[in-house]
Each structure stands twice: as structure tokens, then as C-alpha cells.
């Protein structure tokens, strides 16, 4: 089966820096990789993906890059702001199954 | 908006003890899951339902089962509960063809 990592466990940023987190996946079948944000006490909601046949995908602050090759793919989030505290779950899955397999979460902070 | 319910947010319960833990969902969503959610550990898939009495195990099963009767509910079931099951327990749910999953609020479950 699919077995995905993420790197590092926890990360703290100065406000207004950059922040970004990476993971790894095993299962080239994969291609579906979404991010999600878990704030304190929350549940977790899904802040961008991005499917294998593009490289990369900006919402504002946020970004993600995938390279299939490496199979690797990452979270980039620019100006950092203390609401982008939380901890941040990768995921991967293949295409036509809704299944995902989750990384082991990142908790950011960041230092105002 | 989508609304994926929980029955508890908090429980206690002792060990050998048989242990419910319910979703709701509303908006006639086929996909539902169960994870558990451990600091360290991420998101671990329990079991999913894809439709009406269907489930499927995921990548952690034992010591759990699930009943699915009715489209919007996925009753996760603890036979035995152990201590070693002590954790936040968070129900999902998505469309057919889609891949955003809609998380609950979470369930902490204590086992003593």
C-alpha cells in the first residue's frame, strides 16, 4: 500500500518568513495530493491539492509542488501570518479511488 | 455547507466495555470514513464505506468494526474497548468522483 511521509514534524517561523513542509510517497500509482489544515481543537479542511499532470498550484499565500519523478511534493506558504498556526497533513491517492493515505502532520508556528 | 456531525465529543469509557462511536452526515454523501488520530502518527485510515452496507478495511482494522444501514450514518464499533484504543477518533465523509473528505469534529475517546 501507499505509505507517505512528512518533513519535519514541527517547524517554527518568524511572522512574515517562509514556511515549507515536504513529503514523500511510495506508490506511483498515486496522483492525487491534497493538503489539509488542522487548527487547535478543529477538524481538518482541505487548504490546496494538485493532481500528477501539473507541476505546481498557487492560492494567494499558498503553494504546492509536485515532482512524479522524485515522487515528492510540497507546501510553500509565503508572509507568514499567526494564523497559519496549526498542524498541516499531506496526503496522496490515486486517481478514481477516493482513499488517501495521510503523512504524519506537521505542526507550524509562527513566532510573531 | 457540509455538515459531518459527531455523537460525543468527549468519552470515557472502561476497558472490555463495548464502545459506539456515530456520524452523521447530510448531504447524501456514498464515501464515509473512520481514522484515528495520534500525535506523531497522523491520520490513520480504521475502515471506510463506499455505500450502504458496504465497508472496506483500512490500513488499521483490528480490534474495530463498523455498520453502515443507512447512507448518512458510519457507526464506528469498539467490541472490547482497550486502553491502547485511547484516542481522537474523526469520521469523514465526500461524493463518488471526489476527493475533498469533509472531517467531523472528533471524538475523544479514554479507555481506563
Known amino acids: 500500500g501507499e505509505n507517505v511521509e512528512q518533513h519535519p514534524s514541527t517547524l517554527s517561523v518568524q511572522e512574515g518568513d517562509s514556511a515549507v513542509i515536504k513529503c514523500t510517497y511510495s506508490d506511483s500509482a498515486s496522483n492525487y495530493f491534497p493538503w489539509y489544515k488542522q487548527e487547535l481543537g478543529k477538524r481538518p479542511q482541505l487548504i490546496i491539492d494538485i493532481r500528477s499532470n501539473v507541476g505546481e498550484k498557487k492560492d494567494q499565500r499558498i503553494a504546492v509542488t509536485l515532482n512524479k519523478t522524485a515522487k515528492h511534493f510540497s507546501l510553500h506558504i509565503t508572509e507568514t501570518q499567526p494564523e497559519d498556526s496549526a498542524v498541516y497533513f499531506c496526503a496522496a491517492g490515486p486517481f478514481g479511488n477516493e482513499k488517501l493515505t495521510f503523512g504524519t502532520g506537521t505542526r507550524l508556528t509562527i513566532i510573531p | 455547507d457540509v455538515k459531518v456531525t459527531q455523537s460525543s465529543r468527549y468519552l470515557v469509557k472502561r476497558t472490555g466495555e463495548k464502545v459506539f462511536l456515530e456520524c452523521v452526515q447530510d448531504?447524501?454523501?456514498?464515501?464515509m470514513f473512520w481514522y484515528r488520530q495520534d500525535p506523531g502518527l497522523g491520520l490513520r485510515l480504521i475502515y471506510f464505506?463506499?455505500?450502504?452496507?458496504?465497508?472496506e478495511k483500512g490500513d488499521i482494522p483490528e480490534g474495530y468494526s463498523v455498520s453502515r444501514e443507512k447512507k448518512e450514518r458510519f457507526s464506528l464499533i469498539l467490541e472490547s474497548a482497550s486502553t491502547n484504543q485511547t484516542s481522537m477518533y474523526l469520521c469523514?465523509?465526500?461524493?463518488?468522483?471526489?476527493?475533498?473528505?469533509?472531517f467531523g469534529p472528533g471524538t475523544r475517546l479514554t479507555v481506563t
Open positions: 469523514a465523509s465526500n461524493p463518488q468522483g471526489s476527493y475533498e473528505q469533509y
Open positions: 464505506s463506499y455505500d450502504v452496507k458496504m465497508k
Open positions: 448531504m447524501d454523501h456514498e464515501n
